[in-house]
């Protein structure tokens, strides 16, 4: 009897995983056609359109991402210039506070050596991070965001370096 109830539990337990499973994989495709690709804006068409892959004007973006990168890691530009230039920077307000004291920060600059664009809104930044002007870090990679009409430094790309530096800081 007890023999019974264990296969019977055991068969129980089979059937629920494999419906479990056969729901995920049913599921799927309709999670996925519901997923955000666009981020977060609506009127999406199902056309067979290729996807934009780059700015409407790359040359202009290139510009003010180099500049803005720039200037993001330039010691010299003040905190609150910093947040204007940081993805989600008065969020991110604490975590650049934390850096402006910082001796090894002061030294720290970037030099942008390649743009790649992934989408109208985001683009794959290659930059050397130089400590008092020689390489440090040369041919790091990082990530640009298009956010309210400026391309800004990632939160994940500053998260990156906060790792690399073996520091933890609240927010990253």
């Known amino acids: 009897m007890v023999r019974q109830m264990l296969v019977e539990r055991r068969g129980g337990r089979s059937r629920l995983a494999v419906l479990g ?75 650049l506070g934390a850096f402006a004291g910082d001796k090894n920060a002061a030294m720290t600059s970037a030099k942008v050596t390649g743009i790649e664009f992934t989408s109208a809104t985001g683009a794959n930044v290659t930059y050397d991070l130089l400590v008092g002007g020689s390489p440090a870090l040369p041919g790091s990679k990082g990530t640009s965001i298009l956010q309210n009409g400026t391309w800004k430094v990632s939160v994940k790309t500053l998260c990156g370096l906060v790792e690399l530096s073996g520091v933890t800081v609240q927010g990253c």
């Open 21 to 95: 499973a056969v729901a995920v994989l049913a599921l799927a495709p309709a999670l996925a056609s519901c997923s955000d690709d666009n981020g977060g804006k609506t009127g999406g068409t199902a056309s067979s359109s290729p996807p934009v892959t780059a700015p409407t004007d790359p040359v202009a973006a290139k510009a003010q991402i180099t500049k803005n990168w720039t200037a993001f890691f330039d010691p010299k530009t003040p905190v609150a210039e910093k947040v204007k230039l940081l993805e989600n920077g008065e969020q991110m307000r604490p975590v």
